[in-house]
Structures are given as C-alpha cells and as structure tokens.
C-alpha cells in the first residue's frame, strides 16, 4: 500500500527565514510526486509534479526536489502570503489514477 | 475560465438525513474524483470515474455511500442516512487523464463543508 509522511506537521518561520519541508514515501512504482498548496476554506492548488530522482522544479520562493525515498519542498525568504497548508502526494505505476496524500505542513509566516 | 464548481459550500442536517454533494468539472476533462478530507486522515480518495464511468470506488465506505456521474458536467456524492462520524469536508476534483507526460494534475473545487449533527 502506498504511503505518505509529511513532516514537521506545523512549521512557524520569520519571514524571509529559510527552511525545507519534507515528503517521505514508498510506492510501488512512482509515476509522479505531487505538491499542492491549500489556504484555509480552499481546495488544494497544484504546485508542481516530480517524476524521478534527482528532478527540481522551481516557482518563485519554492522549489522542489525529488529523491527516491523523499521529496523536500525548499522556500527560500518566505513571505506572509506563502502561509498555508503544503500537500504531498504520489502516484504509482500500479495504483490507476489514484493519489494518495500526505496530512500536510501547515507552514505560518510571521511579519 | 471556471474552475471544478461544488455545490452546497456548506451544508448542516441532521443524523439520519440524505445528503447530496453536486460537482460540475473542468469543462473537457475526462475524470472526476470525490475526496473526504479530515484533520485525524487527510485527503481520502473515495471514487473516481473515467469518462463517467466509476474506476475505483474501494475508498467509498460504505453502502450509506453512493457517487453518480450521469454526463460529462455532473456528478453527485450521495450519503444516506447521513451519521455523525460523516462529518468533513469534501472535496471534487477533476483532471485530463493521460499517459504522456506530463502528467495532468487534479484540479479541486471549494469543497463543502458537512455537518452533521
């Protein structure tokens, strides 16, 4: 069975201090690693997707890693505004179209 | 353009009750999940259908429990009777299934948030 361990749960950063949040898996086969982002009262928001170890994406302040036991989501000098909820979630080579998500990091930047 | 559409956004009843949760998807997607989202699970992945047709429905819980999609811009998340434990928010999200990368993500709705008392 698929699984996903996000961690730390809750994060509170001074804004522009750095930090990483971290994705941890197993998966019978990865066909593609998820970040989504979620605001309160929202649905989750795509961010980016990793397909093999050793991809990153980048977004603004955001970038994503991919290993093959983890994914970190790095934000470098955060800003209030990238306060919310980080999503992880995988998808197999063997699980159809099904993701399944971590309980997410609930990221809080303080002015 | 619209995004995944949820309808109610909120919806209170009590124990007992039938309760429907309305999704319109993304207009040209080919798949549609439901999700259950909690603070003890997470996002749980109930059913989801491929071109109105129901794939994988493992994650529905039970037969209180049913999901209809009768055209390419509906569906339906049915719970009857509804329980307490049922409480949560749940979420639709829709996505243009497809074997060549990149891969299409999910795009969710709003959500609506079930109470039931």
């Known amino acids: 069975e698929d699984q996903v361990t996000q961690s730390p749960e809750a994060l509170r950063l001074q804004e522009g201090e750095s930090s990483s949040l971290n994705c941890s898996y197993t998966?019978?086969?990865?066909?593609?690693l998820f970040w989504y982002r979620q605001d309160p009262g929202k649905g989750p928001e795509f961010l980016f997707t990793l397909y093999s170890a050793g991809e990153e994406k980048e977004k603004e302040r955001l970038k994503a890693t991919l290993t093959k036991k983890e994914s970190f989501l790095h934000i470098t000098a955060p800003k209030p505004e990238d306060s919310a909820t980080y999503l992880c979630?995988?998808?197999?080579?063997?699980?159809?179209?099904?993701?399944?998500f971590g309980t997410g990091t609930r990221l809080t930047i303080i002015p | 353009d619209a995004g995944v559409i949820q309808s109610p956004r909120h919806e209170v009843t009590e124990m007992g009750q039938e309760v429907t949760l309305r999704c319109k998807p993304i207009s040209g997607h080919n798949s549609l999940f439901w999700y259950r989202q909690t603070m003890m699970r997470g996002l749980e992945l109930l059913i989801y259908?491929?071109?109105?047709?129901?794939?994988?429905d493992s994650g529905m819980p039970e037969d209180r429990f049913s999901a209809k999609m009768p055209n390419a811009s509906f569906s339906t998340l049915k719970i009857q009777p509804s329980e307490p434990r049922d409480s949560a928010v749940y979420f639709c999200a829709s996505s243009l299934i497809s074997d060549i990368r990149p891969l299409r993500p999910q795009h969710f709705g709003d959500g609506t948030r079930l109470s039931i008392l």
């Open positions: 998966v019978s086969g990865l066909r593609g």
């Open positions: 979630a995988v998808q197999s080579n063997f699980g159809n179209e099904k993701l399944t």
């Open positions: 259908f491929n071109n109105n047709v129901p794939i994988d």
